[in-house]
């Protein structure tokens, strides 16, 4: 356990810098005594731990220290290497650096091979029958990430909209269902902004550093943020009946939605139809992506959306006359 916890303070040090002792002890779930007596046994053991009492103090590794790989468990190792080099990593242009750590994390596991073996687990995160999306810029991004860089970038909204230039912190990038996005902080603004990366038409790296905000997390940023994108977007709800086979296929043809529709669907009626909610973007769009279930599905409200069906068949009956063909 205790070796656990050393290993754990050095890798706490070594990516955030200096830290105040209280700080270490409230991460690492022990007391500030604890951890100084932790900081002299590494000490001992060679690892440069500079502590400075005072209100300015703390404790941070020696400038140019890293810590060894040995400092791995097995499982940790064998959790590293089981990924073998995922599609996204390669992307950020970071295939080559992944797979040599990954060849001396299979020397320190144990088995000297230095090679890290074939995958046992694939990333496939891209949605099925979506393209890739031309990220160019991508490596540049990254690495003003991981370098604390400002970037200016030339970015634009919308595939006909004007190009606009812009100088931004970057605090992370996230993949969403195979579509890379860069949280970012523009200049003379506080809180991040998301771009989408694919409409990123130039990043140059600026020499001018930042300080990424305190206590920032990639993570649980996203989560908030896609939550409020979500429900901002307009939305139309269409009240309906559905037979069996329209409610099998339902998630399947409209993901995450159909199942909750499915899940929420209220009892059979004698004809076996279900009654259920789905949500789309706008009526159009409902009366495009229900009329392909023909009779399998009744839309009960809104009327505009009815009346849009009702529409769509006619224009079928009369591209496709009775008796043609």
């Known amino acids: 356990m205790r070796a656990d916890r050393l290993v754990s303070l050095v890798l706490l040090l ?38 400075e009492p005072g209100p300015n103090g703390g404790c941070w590794l020696l400038d140019g220290y890293r810590f060894p790989l040995r400092g791995l468990s097995a499982d940790e190792a064998s959790a590293l290497l089981v990924l073998g080099v995922p599609a996204a990593v390669a992307e950020l242009g970071l295939a080559d650096a992944l797979a040599a750590a990954q060849r001396k994390i299979s020397v320190t596991s144990g088995d000297g091979s230095g090679s890290p073996g074939p995958a046992l687990v694939h990333l496939d995160m891209p949605r099925w029958f979506h393209g890739a999306e031309h990220v160019p810029h991508l490596p540049a991004l990254a690495s ?11 970015y ?39 771009f989408r990366a694919g409409r990123i038409t130039s990043a140059r790296a600026l020499a001018d550093s930042f300080v990424r905000p ?30 069996p086979a329209a409610l099998a296929a339902f998630p399947e043809v409209f993901g995450d939605v159909g199942r909750q529709a499915v899940g929420a669907a209220g009892p059979a009626d004698a004809a076996g139809f279900c009654t259920v909610t789905l949500t789309f973007e706008h009526e159009i769009a409902a009366a495009s992506r229900l009329a392909g279930f023909g009779g399998q599905v009744e839309v009960l409200s809104p009327a505009a959306v009815r009346t849009r069906l009702i529409a769509t068949a006619r224009e079928l009956l009369d591209r496709y006359p009775a008796g043609d063909g």
């Open 214 to 243: 305190a206590g920032f997390d990639l993570a649980a940023f996203w989560a908030g943020w896609s939550a409020s994108f979500q429900a901002s977007r307009p939305t139309t709800e269409v009240r309906l009946r559905a037979s």
């Open 156 to 194: 634009r909204r919308g595939d006909d909209g004007p190009e606009t230039t812009r100088v931004v912190r970057p605090l992370g990038l996230v993949n969403k269902a195979g579509v890379w996005y860069l949280v970012a902080v523009a200049a003379g603004r506080t809180e991040p902004t998301v």
């Open 14 to 51: 070594q990516a955030r810098g200096r830290l105040p002792a209280r700080a270490l002890a409230a991460e690492l779930e022990v007391s500030v005594r604890t951890v100084y007596r932790d900081i002299a046994a590494l000490n001992t053991a060679g690892v440069p731990v500079v502590t």
């Open 144 to 154: 003003a990430v991981r370098e604390r860089r400002q970037l200016r970038l030339g």
